[in-house]
C-alpha cells in the first residue's frame, strides 16, 4: 500500500518536498576510510582481488593500512586484464576515466591512477550505515540502490525550510558525521526533478529546485537525464531530432504516442514538462538478483565448455546463496550473454513454484542456454533470478533444505553422461 492511498498517511497539506540522497563515488569513498593517504588521488575501483594487491598489503595489520605508504598501491598503468571500473575517485574523473570503463583504457587516460578492489562486505555495512543514519531523521525513505534514496521532507518537520535545503544539510551532516562519507542531495516537488537536482552539484553538494525553474534549469538538459529514458528510448528519441528535455516537451503529445505506443508516449510527454506523482515508497523490494562474469578471455563453448561449466554452475551458486541470504525465492530464472562482438541475448523461464535452490537455477538455466546460439565466442555470462518473493510471504513457505551444492554435486546429481554436450554449436544440457 501507498502511503497515499494509505487512510493512516493522509495526503498532506504541504506543498511536496521529495529528495534524492546519492553517496559520491561510493564504493571508490569507502576505500578511502580505510586508506585515508589516497585522498585527493586519482583512485579506481575495479578488477579482482589481484595478487599483486594482496602481497603488498600482506604484512600490514589492519590497524597500519592507513600507514602503507602511497608509493606501494598498485597503479592502473601496471593492470593487464579485462577488468571494468565500477567507480572512480573525482580526481580520477578528471582525466576522463569513470563506471563502467575498461581498466586498460583507462589505463591509457591515467596511468598513475591507484586501483583498489572491491569490498562488497563493505559497502553493505556502509550501504546500510547511511541508510538508518537518513531514517532516523525522516521516516518515509524509498530504497534505491545500494547509495541511494528517495526521502520524502513534506512532513518532516522543517522539511519546508528554504524548499528542504535546512533539511538536506542536517542530515548530509548527520551522515558525514556518522560514517565520514559525503553525499549529493536534490529537493524537488518529485522524484522525477529530484533525482536529476542530486546530480546538479555533485559532489557534498545540495540543490533545490522548485516547479517555476524547470524551463531555465531541466528542459536545456539531455533527455537522457530523466530517469527511465535508456540508451534505446534516448537514440530513438536523438533520430526524431529530440536532444534536450525541452525539445520533449515542445513535442506533441499524440505525435509521441504513435512513435513510443500509449503508456510511454504519454508518460514522456508528462515527464518532460516535470511532472510526476509517484510516491515515496516505505519499503522497496528487490526486483531480483543476479551474478554476472567477465571472462579474462573469450571462452567457446566447445572448445572451453569445461571452464564455462565450472563458471556457469559458479554463478548459479552465488545467486542461489544471494537469493538465500536475503531470505527470497524466485519465481523467474534467466540468463545473460554477451557475444565476441558486445550483442547481448537474455533468455529466462518461468517456473512453476518458486526456488532459491542451486541445483534447480542451474537446470533452468540450462534449458534457457539451450535457447541462445552459441556459435560465436563469448565475452560474458550472467545468471539472474526475478519475480522474486519473500519466504514466508504469498503463500511461500521456506523450503526444508535448499541445495546450495558445489559445482561437481551439481554436476553429479544430473546425468553426467549428457553433462555437458554440445551439439552444431549450440550448447546441449549445459
Ligand atoms: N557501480 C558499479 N558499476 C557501474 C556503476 C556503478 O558497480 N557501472 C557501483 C559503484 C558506485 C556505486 O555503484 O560507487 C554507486 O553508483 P553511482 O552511479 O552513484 O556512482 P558513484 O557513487 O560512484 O559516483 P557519483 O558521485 O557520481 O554518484
Ligand atoms: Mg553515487
Known amino acids: ?89 573525482y580526481a580520477a574523473r578528471q582525466f576522463g576515466v569513470g563506471s563502467a570503463m575498461g581498466m586498460m583504457k583507462a589505463a591509457r587516460l591515467c596511468p598513475q591512477a591507484i586501483v583498489l578492489p572491491v569490498d562488497f562486505d563493505e559497502i553493505r555495512r556502509f550501504s546500510r550505515l547511511f541508510k538508518a543514519t537518513i531514517a532516523e531523521v525522516a521516516p518515509l525513505v524509498q530504497d534505491r540502490g545500494i547509495d ?16 528542504g535545503r535546512a533539511l538536506a544539510r542536517l542530515i548530509q551532516r548527520a551522515i558525514f558525521e556518522k560514517t565520514g562519507l559525503t553525499c549529493s542531495i536534490g529537493v524537488a516537488p518529485n522524484k522525477l526533478l529530484a533525482k536529476m537536482a542530486s546530480e546538479f552539484d555533485k559532489p557534498n553538494g545540495i540543490s533545490v529546485v522548485q516547479a517555476s525553474e524547470l524551463q531555465g534549469r531541466v528542459w536545456p538538459l539531455p533527455v537522457r537525464k530523466i530517469n527511465g529514458i535508456g540508451p534505446k528510448a534516448g537514440d530513438k528519441l536523438a533520430g526524431l531530432g529530440i536532444q534536450t528535455i525541452g525539445e520533449l516537451a515542445a513535442q506533441d503529445r499524440q505525435q509521441l504516442i504513435s512513435q513510443f505506443g500509449k503508456s510511454s508516449g504519454a508518460w514522456m510527454h508528462e515527464v518532460a514538462w516535470g511532472r510526476d506523482d509517484s510516491p515515496v515508497m516505505l519499503e522497496s523490494e528487490p526486483v531480483s538478483m543476479s551474478r554476472e562474469t567477465t571472462f579474462e578471455r573469450d571462452l567457446h563453448a566447445v572448445r572451453d565448455k569445461a571452464e564455462l561449466g565450472r563458471i556457469f554452475t559458479r554463478l548459479c551458486e552465488q545467486v ?38 542451486a541445483l534447480r537455477i542451474r537446470k533452468v538455466a540450462g534449458q534457457c542456454l539451450k535457447r541462445v546460439s552459441l556459435a560465436q565466442r563469448l565475452r560474458l555470462l550472467g545468471v539472474r533470478a526475478g519475480t522474486l518473493v519473500r519466504i514466508g510471504e504469498a503463500g511461500v513457505d521456506a523450503p526444508k533444505k535448499f541445495s546450495a551444492a558445489s559445482g561437481k554435486a551439481i554436476a553429479a546429481a544430473e546425468n553426467p553422461a549428457s553433462y555437458p554436450l554440445f551439439q552444431d554449436g549450440f550448447l546441449q544440457g549445459f
Open 1 to 89: 500500500m501507498t502511503p497515499q492511498s494509505d487512510p493512516a498517511f493522509p495526503a498532506s497539506a504541504l506543498p511536496r518536498r521529495i529528495a534524492h540522497l546519492d553517496m559520491d563515488a561510493f564504493f571508490a569513498s569507502v576505500e578511502l576510510l580505510r586508506y585515508p593517504q589516497l585522498k585527493g588521488l586519482p583512485v579506481v575501483i575495479g578488477g579482482g582481488r589481484r595478487r599483486v594487491d594482496e602481497a603488498l598489503l600482506a604484512g600490514h595489520g589492519e590497524r597500519e593500512l592507513r600507514f602503507i605508504p602511497v608509493e606501494e598501491f598498485p597503479l592502473l598503468r601496471d593492470y593487464v586484464g579485462r577488468g571494468v571500473i565500477t567507480t572512480a575517485t
Open 148 to 163: 541511494e534514496v528517495y526521502i520524502d521532507f513534506t512532513d518532516v518537520p522543517g522539511g519546508q525550510r528554504e524548499g
Open 320 to 357: 542461489a546463496a544471494d537469493l538465500q541470504r536475503k531470505g527470497y525465492v524466485a519465481k523467474t530464472i534467466g540468463i545473460k550473454l554477451r557475444y565476441e562482438d558486445f550483442k547481448i541475448a537474455t533468455r529466462d523461464q518461468t517456473l512453476e513454484t518458486h526456488t532459491a535452490d
